[in-house]
């Protein structure tokens, strides 16, 4: 290592960084051309490469098709409150791409994000030199986690998977976490539950604690028989007791596999399916206090309470409520149903959807469209595998008369509060890709003073016109078909 000589001692000489941030987005945006590319070879050769970081971690390993998000973001938060540094990765961003990247809740600054990548960058420079592979996106901000939280010497790590096996690189897993399992990405992962199943088992490393929230019959069948192989304790979820559902708050009681009974357990996360996600959490910390991480009861509630997931049924507005909510399939879109029908039930709602053209769109609309009164169809702005607004409006539109489709994420907000009072509900859901952007157009609109149906007051009476008639053709249209 060069050093350099200063007051009689010897100093290491800090490596210079030269990528800024325009640099590293730009750069990180070129190598979406490589794809998707299942397998750990080159994720493997590019973390050897940076001194394998993965190898100096302890992780808390998610993988399942929904809550993953959800369940990361409730055991951070307890181990947090339990004095712990903690490291949270999860895909994909909703605001910006610094933000899945957390330690104790607080995001990668844009310095550190830079001097990661630019590290990595020059790894992977040299790999193709070596006439090997250049790792994709995926491979890269995995590889990005595991040298910022090696390098800030985390106490543990909660992964999250993402569609490419990337995170799987790990082998110092000590829970392995599995929420439940539907069908989702079936192009990478398998046309069956079972098949599904296999590939998010792989989570499971020799010697860790399993847990896994109920399944299928035949998708638990397939965590049972690997959590055997790999010589695993396994432990199911029980039910939730005495639970008291809310928008706002929510309390459960809840026994765990332990026989520890910890009753009017409090959090703030809406959405009937997150007490479910709440308890995964609950019974993973518990075995986590096994290897070495003790978590007090008094630290469990506050770590549950304090909890915060964003663009997963959060309410970004009121008066009238403004939902967001990244149902993208159909298991999630059945989850969305339920919480609509139990909060909701003789509400006006509209909604707001957005979906990506690799997502189960007649699904999603099937579970859903029941509960709404207008439909507004987006474009997610930025993003290759969006699904055009007209192209989602036909599709929906089979299943419901009433859906206009919005030029942009503005129009449709401001078509939203049109159609809705102040005791009426707006929500919108699909792709997670887009709510970051929507939840800064309905912020931005509560700061600037009008809300609803006033906008057609003063400068915003031509806009205000202007959708009307685009509704009104709408509905005729609705009604000539």
């Known amino acids: 290592m060069d050093v350099f000589f200063h007051k009689e001692k010897y100093v290491p000489k800090r490596k210079k960084y030269t990528m800024n941030l325009k640099q590293t987005l730009a750069y990180m945006e070129s190598i979406k051309n490589y794809g998707i590319v299942p397998g750990l070879s080159t994720i493997t050769k590019l973390c050897e490469k940076l001194g394998n970081p993965q190898d100096k971690l302890s992780f808390v390993h998610i993988a399942g098709t929904n809550g993953k998000g959800s369940v990361l973001a409730f055991v951070s938060s307890i181990l947090k409150c339990a004095g712990y540094k903690v490291g949270s990765y999860h895909s994909p961003a909703v605001f910006y791409e610094c933000e899945r990247f957390r330690i104790n809740g607080r995001a990668i600054s844009k310095k550190a994000f830079c001097e990661c990548v630019e590290e990595i960058k020059n790894a992977c420079d040299s790999m193709v030199e070596e006439g090997l592979a250049h790792p994709t996106l995926f491979e890269v901000e995995t590889a990005a986690a595991f040298l910022y939280f090696a390098k800030n010497t985390c106490d543990i790590v909660v992964l999250e998977t993402g569609r490419e096996d990337a995170t799987n690189l790990v082998n110092t897993t000590k829970a392995?976490?599995?929420?439940?399992?539907?069908?989702?990405?079936?192009?990478?992962?398998?046309?069956?539950?079972?098949?599904?199943?296999?590939?998010?088992?792989?989570?499971?490393?020799?010697?860790?604690?399993?847990?896994?929230?109920?399944?299928?019959?035949?998708?638990?069948?397939?965590?049972?028989?690997?959590?055997?192989q790999k010589k695993c304790a396994l432990v199911v979820t029980g039910r939730a007791q005495k639970v008291k559902y809310g928008v706002e708050k929510q309390r459960f009681s809840y026994r765990d596999a332990a026989g520890r009974r910890f009753d009017g357990l409090e959090i703030s996360l809406a959405g009937k399916h997150q007490v479910e996600n709440a308890v995964l959490a609950v019974e993973t910390v518990g075995l986590l206090s096994a290897c070495g991480y003790p978590v007090s009861e008094k630290q469990l509630r506050k770590g549950l309470k304090e909890t915060v997931w964003q663009g997963r049924f959060q309410i970004i507005g009121k008066k009238p409520l403004f939902i967001v909510d990244g149902a993208h399939n159909e298991d999630a879109a059945k989850k969305l149903a339920q919480s609509i029908r139990f909060y909701f039930t003789n509400k006006k709602i509209v909604y707001i959807m957005g979906m990506l053209k690799d997502k189960e769109c007649e699904k999603v609309t099937a579970e859903t469209c029941a509960y709404a009164e207008q439909i507004i169809t987006v474009t997610p702005p930025d993003n290759p595998r969006a699904m055009p607004a007209l192209e989602l409006a036909q599709i929906v539109r089979e299943y419901h008369p009433h859906v206009t489709a919005a030029g942009s994420l503005e129009e449709g907000v401001e078509m939203a509060y049109l159609l809705a009072d102040k005791t009426d509900v707006i929500l919108c859901f699909g792709s997670l890709s887009y709510l970051g952007r929507m939840t800064e157009i309905v912020r931005k609109r509560q700061e600037s003073g009008y809300a609803g149906k006033d906008m057609h007051a003063g400068k915003n009476l031509h806009a205000g016109k202007n959708l009307h008639k685009k509704l009104h053709e709408e509905k005729r249209l609705d009604r000539k078909e």
Do not use: R
């Open 176 to 228: 392995a976490v599995l929420t439940p399992i539907g069908m989702d990405h079936m192009q990478f992962l398998g046309n069956t539950l079972p098949e599904i199943a296999a590939h998010k088992a792989g989570i499971i490393k020799d010697g860790c604690y399993v847990i896994t929230a109920e399944q299928e019959p035949d998708v638990l069948k397939v965590i049972e028989q690997e959590a055997t």
